[in-house]
């Protein structure tokens, strides 16, 4: 079938869906519903599409589109679910199943017949990590069963006027004055839920020393205690407050856009405290430019029994390495990097012979940080350490000839972050993954070695198709060109435990030794006759050309997909579309 994709965001889901139904034979192209409905207008009329399906839609279709056309509806709510905010009311009141829903466009919102839907587990995890795994999952699998169902020609979809049938519930939109924390009378668990329903967006409004801030994020912390609403140390670039009961970590922090911050965006809650004045009861000390704040530690092998907040853990089981990493929106700043590295170094001096890289739930790695690299004095600069600082992992893990690395992807990954996942020598990935394995929507080469790992992999033809038409690629799509190994066929909480199934069964290998012994006499081989310093040298020069040159596309394109602008992050997908974002929320 000929299908449109009409979409307010290019996001995971679109990405999803546009790649899924690509799988399955489907001719797709995708526009970006502006507040122009003459945009859509013309892509229908130019494309005539035979379906019309939009995963993520904030604005209203044109009522002629869909009334000449059959147009399909994600609802990320139970079948009778109605209004804006229904994943957000699902946390606040705790709900342990859910639903996404696939309607009919109509004029009363929400209401159209149902042509499919599936319910999943509300596990205990942040908005943005839940919509990008089982509302994900659920979503895929309704778009896939509504679009075999409208070509089939013969299922009715069902009506919602029969309350015996559907349950009609109107939500209103879930507003900051429903999100504000007590922080003298809210307990840790309500706190958690608060934060964890606007992790990503829109974030939770707040008071931190006098200034207005979004606070992103919220993990629970049980030994450190103090105040109601008192900030208690910094770790990693995160701040731990006290609760009512007890404490929570908070990764990030956005200023207000009035505030006059210059940084008005989403970056590590240490480097927007480090911008405020200290308190008048403050005792000096230092750590990340939060001079009044002390910096706790833990170690990388957690004792059994600790519950805080970590971004890096290692954990061994018998000749198996776990180093697990977890970072807000995927993205790894020059800090992320230097710390992963040292804990890779470390999980190196270990006794084991397969270690598995990542392995969490959610994003993998989606490369360089963006928003650092914005706030920063000097962006060029911060780029070139931050981009040296990835090469710098890259290589170590390319240079590991004494055990089986394997990169788990539990979500998606892209640019540098799955060329990271690409120096291992398995890639595993969970199947409802979106991999995006090219750097061109940035106005960027590329590094991290890409063109090494990426042409062994899939070959100099496929590799040049992927960096240059800059597609997303579907993890069933992955393992069928070769850029991933093996797709992992679970749900996202069921990730971690299946890949520490699967690598107790490639320890338990017979040809283990001959397969280490064998990767090491290859990487000699590559390396005579091409040494891995020549791969890197030809990358950097081509990005740092980029980089300080104040007139290349990349410092507006980032300025604009950081601040939000209007048009960030422009990707044409087909002659339809010439923007969309690239947004991987």
């Keep these: 079938m000929d299908i449109l994709l009409v979409v307010s965001a290019f996001n995971s889901l679109s990405q999803r869906v546009y790649a899924e139904l690509s799988d399955l034979g489907h001719r797709v192209d995708v526009v970006l519903a502006s507040h122009d409905p003459d945009t859509v207008r013309a892509a229908v009329r130019e494309r005539r599409p035979e379906l019309v399906v939009a995963p993520l839609l904030k604005t209203a279709l044109p009522e002629d589109v869909w009334r000449e056309h059959t147009c399909l509806i994600v609802h990320p709510g139970p079948p009778g679910d109605r209004g804006p905010s229904s994943l957000d009311w699902a946390i606040a009141e705790a709900a342990p199943q859910w639903g996404v829903t696939v309607l009919q466009a109509q004029a ?21 990590d839940l919509y990008r795994g089982e509302v994900s999952d659920a979503a895929s699998a309704a778009v896939r069963l509504a679009v075999q169902r409208y070509g089939d020609g013969s299922f009715k979809p069902q009506r919602q006027n029969d309350p015996a049938v559907v349950d009609v519930v109107w939500r209103d939109a879930f507003r900051q004055e429903q999100r504000r924390i007590d922080w003298a009378r809210d307990s840790t668990q309500t706190v958690l839920r608060k934060l964890r329903g606007a992790d990503s967006q829109p974030g939770v409004l ?9 606070l992103h994020g919220g993990h629970s912390e049980d030994r450190l205690r103090g105040r109601p609403g008192e900030l208690l140390a910094t770790r990693a670039g995160a701040v731990c407050r ?17 505030s006059g911050d210059p940084a008005p965006f989403r970056r590590p809650a240490a480097s927007v405290l480090a911008t405020f004045p200290a308190p008048p009861d403050a005792v000096p000390r230092s750590y990340a430019g939060v001079q009044w704040l002390q910096e706790v530690s833990v170690p990388l092998e957690l004792p059994q029994g600790r519950r805080t907040w970590t971004d890096i853990r290692y954990a061994q089981r018998g000749d198996v390495g776990f180093l697990n990493f977890s970072f807000p929106g995927g993205a790894m700043s020059t800090d992320h990097c230097r710390r992963l590295l040292a804990a890779y170094r470390y999980a190196l001096t270990r006794p084991t012979s397969v270690l598995v890289l990542g392995g969490a739930r959610d994003f993998f790695s989606n490369g360089i940080h963006l928003n650092v690299i914005e706030a920063a004095a000097d962006p060029a ?39 990271l996942a690409l120096a291992a020598d398995e890639v595993w990935c969970r199947a409802g993954a979106v991999l995006n394995p090219h750097y061109r929507r940035m106005g960027l080469y590329g590094s991290e070695f890409w063109t090494y790992s990426l042409p062994r992999r899939v070959g100099a033809e496929t590799a040049r198709r992927l960096t240059t038409e800059a597609l997303p690629v579907s993890a069933a799509s992955a393992v069928r060109i070769g850029l991933v190994d093996r797709r992992v066929l679970v749900p996202a909480q069921g990730f971690a435990g299946e890949v520490g199934r699967m690598a107790d069964a490639l320890l338990d290998a017979p040809d283990l030794g001959q397969r280490i012994a064998a990767k090491a006499a290859a990487r000699r081989a590559d390396e005579d006759e091409r040494p891995l310093a ?15 040159d104040p007139h290349a596309p990349y410092h507006a394109l980032r300025s604009a997909f950081v601040r939000k602008l209007p048009g960030a ?10 923007q969309g974002t690239g947004d991987a929320r």
């Design 108 to 128: 009363a919102m929400d209401a159209g017949d149902i042509w499919a839907a599936e319910s999943f587990p509300v596990s205990p995890v942040g908005k943005s």
């Design 206 to 214: 707040d008071e931190l020393l006098g200034r207005e801030v979004f």
């Design 569 to 578: 992050g422009a990707r044409p997908l087909s002659p339809v579309s010439e």
């Design 381 to 419: 600069a911060e780029s070139w350490a931050n981009l040296n600082a990835m090469d710098d992992l890259v290589e170590a893990v390319l240079r590991t000839t004494d055990r089986l690395v394997v990169a788990a992807l539990g979500g998606n990954a892209a640019a540098g972050g799955l060329m």
């Design 242 to 258: 006290a609760t009512a009961d007890g404490a929570v970590w908070i990764p990030e922090l956005r200023p207000r856009k009035n």
């Design 534 to 548: 020549e791969y890197r040298h030809a990358e950097l020069a081509r990005m740092h050309a980029v980089f300080f």
